[in-house]
């Protein structure tokens, strides 16, 4: 059990869980770019697609917000996404999901929108997420390389991975995490030592 310092020191997130084959896919080239280019911070994550990224909790039970979360997420039906292929950040390597059928996917950014506004009251006003979580246009994406990848191997390991099990197509969203991450600097380089707990697991009903 986390001592209360640590407990302060957490940080919490919503999840999109892809199914089992796409995520087996996804982590074995997370494997595979550890064991071949030390690539280790995105494959320290479970394979997601983030809904609502890292918000530090303020005074508010997090359990009172899990419930609500219960009561949105017992009244929606699962919503199909597509794989709309590979782009680059300044920081990740990542698979985009924020389009389907070449158009934006407006049932996700809809999706996405009604979990923030149940979150939004449990955000602490000095939340180091706030920025970099909310303060861009929301982008669906599941992440191959982060952090830890430099600018001069993006071109290597673009290469690289055509080779790789990348996954395409459409896949039904119907499973979501809420989890609590920890951190022994969140200040510094936070994804060196990230570990996290499940707290909860939601699979919504089939379409």
């Not at 449990?122 to 982008?139: M, W």
């Not at 390389?145 to 673009?158: G, H, K, S, V």
Request: proline residues 5%.
């Amino acid at each position: 059990m986390k001592n209360n310092n640590m407990k302060k020191q957490s940080r919490f997130a919503f999840f999109l869980v892809p199914p089992y084959h796409i995520a087996k896919d996804i982590a074995e080239i997370h494997s595979m770019l550890k064991k071949q280019y030390g690539l280790s911070a995105a494959g320290r994550f479970q394979v997601h697609c983030t809904i609502k990224g890292f918000f530090k909790s303020n005074e508010r039970p997090i359990e009172t917000l899990i419930e609500e979360l219960d009561t949105f997420l017992n009244a929606q039906k699962p919503f199909m996404v597509e794989f709309n292929g590979c782009y680059t950040k300044p920081i990740s390597i990542v698979l985009r999901l924020d389009e389907i059928d070449g158009t934006n996917n407006q049932t996700m950014l809809d999706f996405r929108e009604a979990v923030v506004e149940i979150i939004r009251p449990y955000i602490a006003g000095d939340c180091d997420f706030i920025k970099s979580d909310l303060g861009l246009p929301f982008k669906g994406h599941v992440t191959l390389a982060f952090r830890d990848i430099t600018n001069e191997m993006y071109p290597q390991i673009l290469e690289w991975l055509k080779d790789a099990p990348i996954p395409k197509g459409k896949f039904q969203a119907n499973t979501f995490h809420f989890l609590e991450f920890y951190s022994e600097d969140w200040d510094g380089n936070w994804w060196e030592t990230i570990t996290w707990k499940l707290h909860r697991s939601w699979r919504l009903n089939s379409l």
